[in-house]
């Protein structure tokens, strides 16, 4: 089955710094840009970052740029989200996600960011 | 504030047809393919709509998608228990460089 598994997320205080894995199976990894996209508690969908397939276009959201560093390492089908100077807006669940056309076929089932002292 | 607008919430009895709207700009939906996605309670998000009308196999034909200048619609027929949830429109951004979400649309079905 084509999946994604994300790990990493737990409580950090603010200003700290926390590192997302995402590793994709039943898939050709290094085929595809993929993203992350985050949820806070209650709210909607919001777009952190996205990555291409080679690493060559990378993108970040405003509110995050400068503070987080997506990364990949296809020969581990792994994706990366290096989080720094975290904030309380930062807390969230995030998804990592497969591109796919236009939007994102394949998610995974997210992990949970707490960013509180 | 979400750079793609959607009402808040939708409602409708079982077998009814339902519209949920999605209004961007020139630099999103007007120049962009619009996906839509349904998210459960507890679950991840999943893709309804691709390339503002394309179903992925395996998402039944009651749901479709249209788009007109800057706004797109996601339309439900035959209205079931199981589609209450919340629904996002998305689009690439190409003032933003990035992808925007609308805010979502909670569905209820009465």
């Known amino acids: 089955e084509v999946q994604l598994v994300e790990s990493g997320g737990g409580l950090v205080k603010p200003g700290g710094s926390l590192r997302l894995s995402c590793v994709g199976s039943?898939?050709?990894?290094?085929?595809?840009?993929m993203t992350w996209v985050r949820q806070a508690p209650g709210k909607g969908l919001e777009w952190v970052s996205s990555?291409?397939?080679?690493?060559?276009?990378?993108y970040y959201a405003d509110s995050v740029r400068g503070r987080f560093t997506i990364s990949r390492d296809n020969a581990k089908n792994s994706l990366f989200l290096q989080m720094d100077s975290l904030r309380a807006e930062d807390t969230a669940l995030y998804y990592c996600?497969?591109?796919?056309?236009?939007?994102?076929?394949?998610w995974g089932q997210g992990t949970m960011v707490t960013v509180s002292s | 504030q979400s750079a793609l607008t959607q009402p808040p919430s939708a409602s409708g009895t079982p077998g009814q047809r339902v519209a949920i709207s999605c209004s961007g700009s020139?630099?999103?939906?007007?120049?962009?393919?619009v996906n839509w996605y349904q998210q459960l309670p507890g679950s991840a998000p999943k893709v309804l709509i691709f390339?503002?009308?394309q179903r992925p196999s395996g998402v039944p034909d009651r749901f479709s998608g249209s788009k007109s200048g800057t706004s797109a619609s996601l339309a439900i027929s035959g209205l079931q228990s199981e589609d209450e949830a919340e629904y996002y429109c998305?689009?690439?951004?190409?003032?933003?460089?990035?992808?925007?979400f609308g805010g979502g649309t909670k569905l209820t079905v009465l």
């Open positions: 998305a689009a690439w951004d190409d003032s933003l460089d990035g992808w925007v």
């Open positions: 020139s630099s999103n939906i007007g120049s962009r393919t």
């Open positions: 996600a497969r591109r796919y056309i236009d939007g994102f076929d394949i």
């Open positions: 990555i291409s397939s080679s690493s060559g276009y990378i």
């Open positions: 039943e898939f050709t990894f290094s085929s595809y840009t």
């Open positions: 390339s503002n009308n």
